[in-house]
């Protein structure tokens, strides 16, 4: 057993609100400790208060317990706040399939007023325009695609 061993078993955990999405590929899972037979497995939400934090925990464990791993430790750390950055190209590829544009690089931004128009993941048309920048989750914004006609929720870059 390994650490990409234990990455690869996890990415069975799929994100509640968005579930084409491993938590290894929104890069919730910050870090893998193995020592000896013992797992610890280091959780970072995409924001404090996630109402899913203990749903997800749980399934990491019990993910971990069909692999054999008899006690695994699951710890939350804000240690270093969780970004859009994590999230994989793999992650961002199911996003889009899943109607959901994934974020841009979350270094280009400051502010959310200066969120540039996002790429509609139906159309791919670039004539989109912010209409709020609270969407369902803390996490997304809604936009509005003046090709396809259709109203679309991207992942802010965080």
């Not at 999405?21 to 929104?26: F, P």
């Amino acid at each position: 057993m390994n650490r990409h061993e234990i990455l690869k078993w996890l990415e069975e955990v799929k994100d509640p609100e968005i579930p084409v999405l491993s938590l290894v590929d929104l890069g919730v899972i910050t870090d893998v400790v193995i020592k000896n037979d013992q797992v610890e497995i280091e959780m970072t939400p995409t924001f404090v208060g996630c109402p899913a934090l203990d749903y997800m925990k749980n399934e990491v464990e019990a993910v971990l317990r069909t692999k054999g791993i008899a006690q695994p430790v699951v710890r939350v750390s804000f240690k270093k706040p969780w970004s859009s950055d994590r999230i994989s190209e793999k992650g961002k590829a199911a996003l889009k399939k899943f109607g959901i544009a994934p974020p841009t690089a979350a270094h280009l931004f400051t502010d959310l007023e200066i969120l540039e128009p996002a790429a509609c993941p139906r159309c791919n048309g670039h004539h989109t325009e912010l209409r709020n920048p609270f969407g369902p989750a803390l996490c997304r914004a809604i936009y509005y695609c003046h090709d396809c006609r259709e109203a679309f929720q991207q992942f802010k870059p965080v």
